[in-house]
T-cell receptor, first 116, second 112 residues
Framework: KAGVTQTPRYLIKTRGQQVTLSCSPI?????VSWYQQTPGQGLQFLFE???????NKGNFPGRFSGRQFSNSRSEMNVSTLELGDSALYLC???????????????FGPGTRLTVL | DAKTTQPPSMDCAEGRAANLPCNHS???????VYWYRQIHSQGPQYIIH???NNETNEMASLIITEDRKSSTLILPHATLRDTAVYYC?????????????FGSGTQLTVLP
């Protein structure tokens, strides 16, 4: 099976712009989670989608949003970009909601976002 | 909320066992402990997870103390390719705010 894919791999934006990142999960997986990784804060959970519905959400402002399509592909949007949004954005897929017992999630390679 | 504490770094000689500890003293009774590793800012890679009993797979073994307040990930024969940041992870929060919390991890360096 192909792994989790993310596009684009690298992105440069300026403050105030918005950005959309895409994630295609492993075939058959219906859960997609998004994480932000920065040197200062480490890996932080953004949200999880399962069957097109947001199931869990981390402590991020409303500028961070997402959605999931019927084919389980997911997009994450960040509006009004700030310098602090520069990070590696990772998505992960699983066959079930990740916070149910013992489910494993598989990560994509990430999208490196730089905000200038 | 359950959180994890790991040493920031460890060294291990190639071919020897690497034992990575994790403290999760506030974990609740039905929460799993997960281990992932991350190499050079690639996506984290799943290693193993467990609830109460010790677990073993082709990559590693996981030893969980009886009181579940700590665990140890064991890489039985570390290789140079095992050099990575290792994360011990538990779930925190409840309801729709439930999430996996990654601690700061342990940088394992396998030395030739």
């Amino acid at each position: 099976k192909a792994g989790v894919t993310q596009t684009p791999r690298y992105l440069i934006k300026t403050r105030g712009q918005q950005v959309t990142l895409s994630c295609s999960p492993i075939s058959g997986h219906r859960s997609v989670s998004w994480y932000q990784q920065t040197p200062g804060q480490g890996l932080q959970f953004l949200f999880e989608y399962f069957s097109e519905t947001q199931r869990n959400k981390g402590n991020f402002p409303g500028r961070f949003s997402g959605r999931q399509f019927s084919n389980s592909r997911s997009e994450m949007n960040v509006s009004t970009l700030e310098l602090g949004d520069s990070a590696l954005y990772l998505c992960a897929s699983s066959d079930q909601i990740i916070l149910t017992s013992g489910r494993t999630q598989y990560f994509g390679p990430g999208t490196r976002l730089t905000v200038l | 909320d359950a959180k994890t504490t790991q040493p920031p770094s460890m060294d291990c000689a190639e071919g020897r066992a690497a034992n990575l500890p994790c403290n999760h003293s506030t974990i609740s009774g039905n929460e799993y402990v997960y281990w992932y590793r991350q190499i050079h800012s690639q996506g984290p890679q799943y290693i193993i997870h467990g609830l109460k009993n010790n677990e073993t797979n082709e990559m590693a073994s996981l030893i969980i103390t009886e009181d579940r307040k700590s665990s140890t990930l064991i890489l039985p024969h570390a290789t140079l390719r095992d050099t990575a940041v290792y994360y011990c992870i538990v779930r925190v929060g409840g309801g729709s705010a439930r999430q996996l919390t990654f601690g700061s991890g342990t940088q394992l360096t396998v030395l030739p």
